[in-house]
């Protein structure tokens, strides 16, 4: 987009953009700047990539820039970022001269170097917390993978969890990084890289990885967090209250306009639904196995997700769980404008994710469709989901548990009747922006 009638440029800088396979932090950037744009507000987009090149996304500028493929050593991969990709960031900023920079991630190559160079250039910074991965090594912000962590920073309680993270049993995580506190230090600095190695200097990776979480946040004009326990992470970790902005997620009004709600009559069989990545973090293999457990229910289970080079492991599996049962389908994802049309067709959508969320999106899209939610008792979706009110939340990874809502739904969907009531249109995003 260009023009001269703006009140100010605001420059985004996910991880990663369209065309692009996409996740929701992209989705909720597109959309909030198609409403920034409603307001007089230029947006664009730089984003990392493996090489350099221009193009425009929706009538909006999108900027890839490249980052190096070299990575000398340990202290590269998780230290302040890559070099490279900050030079070429600096030009783009003289380019575009923006108001602000909205960054949506901290990796590699949307790192500390790329918020500093902004502050360089005295261009305010502001930084939205999307992931559990911006702190927690781990992803998940479950505490050797069981228990739901604060979020505080520390140095031996991370490292010992991160090891586990690793396949280093709890004990031998602990004597592990004993160890790598004494060698830690000369190894990130070499070129060995590898699982022992990591091990190895697993104490030195998180004393490297916290400094550049507490420059982020302490040097970022704003902080914005999209649920209540982000927020709380952020404080128990210094930052002060009035530096943070709780926005919560929201819908383009063209998305929340769908409210007329398609009436899916309870008829069986009871169609369920899941959207999302097949990640072995959002765990759609326990309602996989729930369904498996259940042979006389009439169900209809329908997976949309995105099977990526990682993910194709984990996507077998769940298609050798679902063992050929014709209740159990996988279907291809469907574009992310088209979601609450899709979610009209079903009775009930599952969120059993591992990890805490900071939405997601589609419980959001699914309240917009009329569409009442299961879902973990976890973080976002706890935020989200009231109990017994407009769904049901479900103990983390208690197959016991989805089992038995499952089969409250099949045998009593008057519930589902009484959840669909309750449920209150969703936030705009035109009210986010």
């Not at 980052?67 to 030079?87: F, M, P, Q, W, Y």
């Not at 031998?172 to 790598?180: G, L, M, P, Q, R």
């Amino acid at each position: 987009m260009g023009g001269e009638n703006y009140l100010m440029r605001v420059l985004h800088v996910p991880y990663c953009f369209y065309p692009d396979p996409v996740g929701g932090t992209e989705v909720y950037v597109s959309s909030l700047m198609t409403c920034l744009s409603k307001k007089n507000i230029e947006s664009s987009v730089a984003a990392p990539d493996i090489h350099t090149h221009f193009y425009q996304y929706n009538n909006f500028d999108v900027d890839r820039f490249s980052v190096s493929e070299k990575i000398n050593n340990l202290e590269d991969l998780h230290g302040e970022g890559d070099e490279k990709a900050r030079e070429e960031f600096s030009r783009i900023l003289e380019k575009k001269k923006p108001d602000i920079v909205h960054f949506h991630a901290l990796t590699r190559g949307v790192s500390l170097r790329l918020m500093r160079e902004a502050k360089r250039q005295d261009i305010k910074t502001v930084f939205t917390y999307h992931t559990p991965t911006v702190t927690c090594f781990r992803g998940t912000l479950l505490h050797l993978g069981k228990n739901i962590c604060n979020g505080k920073l520390d140095k031996k309680n991370c490292s010992v969890c991160t090891l586990h993270a690793l396949g280093v049993n709890q004990v031998t995580a602990k004597t592990v990084n004993a160890f790598s506190v004494l060698l830690g230090d000369k190894i990130i600095k070499t070129k060995l890289r590898g699982k022992l190695w990591t091990a190895l200097s697993m104490s030195q990776l998180m004393k490297l990885r916290h400094a550049v979480i507490y420059s982020m946040m302490k040097e970022v004009d704003k902080l914005v967090v999209l649920c209540e326990w982000a927020k709380k992470l952020c404080m128990i970790n210094g930052v002060e209250q009035e530096k943070i902005m709780l926005s919560r997620h929201g819908l383009s009004s063209k998305s929340s306009s769908i409210i007329k709600r398609a009436d899916m009559k309870l008829n069986f069989p009871l169609k369920i639904v899941f959207i999302g990545r097949f990640d072995v973090m959002k765990g759609p293999d326990i309602l996989v196995k729930a369904i498996r457990n259940m042979l006389d229910l009439e169900i209809q289970f329908d997976l949309y997700g995105i099977v990526q080079n990682k993910e194709e492991k984990y996507f077998n599996t769940l298609k050798s769980l679902a063992a050929g049962d014709p209740r159990i389908r996988f279907l291809s994802p469907v574009p992310s404008e088209e979601v609450i049309s899709l979610l009209c067709q079903y009775h009930l959508l599952v969120v059993p994710s591992r990890c805490l969320e900071t939405g997601p999106l589609v419980v959001l899209e699914a309240f917009a469709a009329g569409v009442p939610v299961i879902g973990s008792s976890l973080g976002g979706i706890a935020e989200l989901v009231k109990h017994q009110e407009n769904g049901l939340l479900v103990k983390t990874d208690s197959l016991k548990d989805w089992m038995h809502v499952i089969r409250q739904c099949c045998e009593t969907p008057s519930i589902i009747d009484n959840f669909k009531k309750n449920i209150k249109p969703p936030r705009s995003m035109e009210l986010v922006s």
